[in-house]
């Protein structure tokens, strides 16, 4: 890690105690973490005259330093986007660097006042927004500036671009992935047996059947990822229920989790656990393993999943799979939303620390990345839309999940929701725990629900943690 | 892992007599002072007690980790850590381990030990079992291998269905393990997960009893053999006697580790096991910092842990001390 200004004594002391610390043991791991830091409040990193070339003011030879989460997409997409802010504004360095620890890496920087200009926040080991919302700068004039062709970023955007990255009314986060959740299943596969991928939880009890016949299983899960069959159930609920479901969830409400909406998809899925349509054994099952006995193995029908999956499958699916995704089923065939409604909401979210040393070069890294050479350069190297509209041709790059990600969104039309409580207070690690009992059979439907109740109290409960209400 | 072993004291502290004479203050007498006692000093200060203060201080506070500013609470984070149920498993937990680990790893490391050392022939001078050697280098190998390694290749072998531990029993007839989550059922995650580290830890004690049991003078065996005792009786009532310092500085070694386990739960489980049954201390106090961003909580959580592994050790010495062992004051490892 280069620290920019010089190491001062009480931060060589604080990181060189962290040190000693880790070898003298774990138990006082966090002891040292320093608590207080330099109070410089950092320059907004202005320095140049604002224009409509130069919206943020980036001064000349400026210097941008960047952490991008390397998972899944990688962070080279981030290098070329770097690559073209360097040819526009030739003297400046734009230094882009990978992490997966982002938290980790990041919080004595945090405290000690001299956090990167960019930050792609994501990941496992992401940092809770609740705890920095108060240290991003807001990004609407990211959003107002005009992109390198000349046209104003807002228009060039899918609509509700700003949502996932909206806290408590303030714009702070650019989720620049296009991301939505569905049911994922081989086309080829269901072709050759007449099988139609089903809309209700009824027509996922029949297509198991039907499944079970044939040798085959419905789901397969791993622990790491049990929760996305958390995920399924709310977004069908949601579906089935509409805002209402939605906002008790978002806002924490007790019994939430006792809605009809929700009791109705847990007993179907216990109906399911009890028939064994889930592969057996998945909470011991790593979940990129598991998944591969969907795409490759192919001993399960569907996998519920972000539309990261291609991609995340890419080395290990079975030739002529032909992924395709369809909408999350809901309970009943009369839902509050339609069945093509959909949870969308760009992932990859990038903040720029209002401390940072350059804020304007953040932003200005933000607008290279949201130029067309850059996104449609992501689109078709990860598979995966940004939320720049427009950019995958009718072929999907050759791919048949892209291509139904299009049809999906384009028959949701304005019908896409999204929420984030369990992200943003951190519910996921335990949510794990309940959901692996589940599925493996060990909890029923009521102790599932218990489980996920005692969970949202628990955060409810805690004077310390901050919340965030939502009312629409 | 912290397994940092203290370094042999040679004969133990000799006692001399020295006439104390006051000598005055010489440059050559500060200077010596300054570099011998006031560097050694500054940096424990700095280093290992002042970290400890911050700790105490922070547990105390609503510190989120990411900012600067935190609110001085009391000992709210101490109450809220007495109620909060999966923390109290998690101490559950590494209680457990810190009881069963230390336990079978001495008696296994010790048993192999007095195999390779006076389990031999009963005839001629007391040596262990043919090719001793070989035995003790092989089982000395997964201490070689780093922790993590250690837990993710067992996390292999217990996969359900394609690792080799379901294979295997499957083969020789018990389909009932056909497709077993040995990590994802909470019955078996526990004693799977005390396996793995006993797997990994066995060969450096045997190792470390080898030593010891070395150490001991082969007349004492021989006499005890004269006398007609048989292998199992010298082991337990000549050699665990000999060598109990060992014994017991490896109790609190081993329990120590137990009470990390850190590694070895991240590898095997890392949400924590089916019903938090492998979740540990450590493993709360990381997600509680991280990802939930509550260090002054996750500190407190620190200090427990920390307080817990005093209190191992203390029990762990009036154990020994109440038992007849030596003055734990006077207590060393000798190899």
Redesign the interface.
């Known amino acids: 890690m280069t620290t920019p200004n010089p190491l001062s004594r009480r931060l060589f ?1 604080q990181r ?2 962290v040190g ?2 880790l ?11 320093a ?3 330099s ?1 410089d409040s950092g320059n907004s990193g202005g320095g140049a005259d604002k224009t409509a070339d130069n919206p943020f003011g980036l001064a000349e030879k400026a210097t941008v330093e960047a952490i991008i989460f390397n998972g899944g997409y990688g962070y080279d997409y981030v290098t070329f986007a770097a690559d073209i802010a360097q040819k526009k504004w030739a003297g400046s360095t734009f230094k882009v660097d990978p992490s997966t620890q982002i ?2 890496q990041l ?1 004595p920087r ?2 000690g ?1 001299n956090p990167p200009d960019l930050i792609d926040n994501s990941g ?5 927004f ?3 919302l ?2 991003l700068s807001t990004l609407d004039d990211v959003f107002e500036a005009n992109n390198y062709e000349g046209t104003k970023i807002a228009d060039t955007l899918y609509p509700g671009a700003k949502v996932p990255g909206t806290f408590d009314g303030k714009f702070v986060a650019m989720n620049y992935v296009l991301t939505l959740y569905g049911i994922w299943y081989s086309d080829s596969l269901f072709k050759e047996n007449g099988w139609e991928p089903p809309k209700t939880y009824e027509g996922l009890l029949e297509l198991g059947a039907k499944a079970k016949a044939k040798g085959k299983y419905l789901f397969v899960w791993g ?2 990822a049990a929760t996305y069959y958390h995920t399924m159930a709310v977004d069908g609920a949601i579906k089935e229920g509409g805002d209402e479901v939605r906002l008790a969830l978002e806002n924490l409400k007790e019994n939430c989790w006792s809605m009809p909406q929700f009791q109705g998809i847990f007993k179907a899925l216990e109906t399911m656990v009890k028939n064994g349509y889930f ?8 979940f990129t ?1 598991a998944q591969a006995k969907w795409s490759n193995d192919q001993q399960a029908l569907l996998y519920p999943s972000g539309s990261w999956i291609e991609n995340e499958m890419k080395k290990a699916t079975k030739a002529g799979f032909d992924m395709k995704g369809v909408p999350e089923p809901t309970l009943t065939d009369a839902p509050k939303l339609p069945y093509e409604s959909l949870r969308s909401a760009a992932g990859e979210p990038f903040i720029i620390p209002a401390k940072g040393k350059n804020v304007a070069g953040g932003k200005e890294l933000l607008r290279a990345m949201l130029s067309k050479e850059a996104a449609t350069n992501f689109a078709k190297t990860r598979l995966a839309p940004t939320i720049v509209k427009g950019l995958v041709p009718a072929d999907g790059f050759g791919s048949t999940a892209l291509q139904s990600q299009t049809a999906m969104l384009d028959a949701a039309g304005t019908n896409i929701f999204d929420y984030q409580v369990f992200g943003l ?2 519910m996921n ?2 949510q ?2 309940v959901w ?2 589940f599925l ?1 059979g ?1 909890l029923d439907a009521a102790g599932l629900t218990k489980g996920l109740q005692e969970i949202t109290d628990k955060v409810r409960n ?1 004077s ?2 901050k919340k965030i209400p939502v009312t629409k | 892992m912290t397994t940092t072993h203290e370094a042999v004291p040679g004969e133990g502290p000799q006692q001399r007599t020295v006439t104390r004479r006051r000598r005055p203050l010489t440059f050559d007498r500060v200077s010596f002072m300054v570099v011998f006692l006031g560097l050694p000093l500054t940096v424990f200060v700095i280093f290992v007690a002042s970290p400890f203060v911050q700790a105490l201080y922070y547990s105390l506070t609503d510190w989120s980790g990411f900012s600067s500013g935190m609110n001085f609470v009391g000992l709210d984070n101490y109450v809220k850590l007495f109620n909060d149920d999966i923390f109290l498993k998690a101490v559950r937990n590494n209680v457990l381990l810190a009881i069963v680990v230390p336990i079978v790893t001495i008696v296994l490391s010790l048993t192999l030990a007095t195999l390779v050392t006076i389990g031999g022939s009963g005839t001629g001078t007391v040596r262990g079992l043919k090719n001793a050697g070989f035995y003790r280098i092989i089982s000395f190998f997964p201490y070689v291998i780093p922790a993590i390694v250690i837990g993710l290749i067992w996390a292999q072998v217990f996969t359900p269905t394609s690792g080799i531990l379901d294979a295997v029993l499957n083969q020789i007839g018990l389909t009932g393990f056909k497709d077993f989550a040995w990590l994802g059922d909470a019955r078996t995650a526990m004693p799977a997960s005390m396996f793995v580290m006993i797997w990994g830890a066995v060969g450096f004690y045997m190792v470390l009893f080898i030593a010891a049991i070395r150490g001991i003078d082969p007349e004492v065996f021989e006499a005890a053999r004269i006398d007609g005792a048989g292998r199992f009786r010298t082991a337990t009532r000549i050699t665990v006697p000999l060598i109990r310092d060992n014994v017991q500085t490896a109790y609190i070694y081993l329990g120590i580790a137990a009470l990390d386990a850190f590694v070895y739960m991240q590898a095997l489980n890392p949400g924590g096991g089916p019903q938090n049954s492998t979740l540990v201390m450590p493993q709360q106090l990381f997600t509680t910092a991280f990802s939930k961003g509550q260090f002054g909580y996750s500190t407190a959580m620190g200090v427990v842990l920390a307080a817990v592994t005093m209190l191992f050790a203390l029990i762990v010495f009036t154990v020994n001390a109440l038992t007849g062992g030596r003055d734990p004051r006077k207590a060393k490892v000798r190899r």
């Open positions: 002391l060189a105690a000693t610390l070898a003298t043991g774990g138990s006082t791991l966090l002891a040292a973490c608590g207080s830091g109070n938290a980790q919080q945090f405290v006042g496992a080991n992401q940092i809770g609740n705890t920095i108060d240290q622990k790491e592969v057996p054994g998945g909470a011991g099952t790593q393993a207070y951190g690690t335990d794990l725990v692996n009992s493996s060990q805690d310390s943690v």
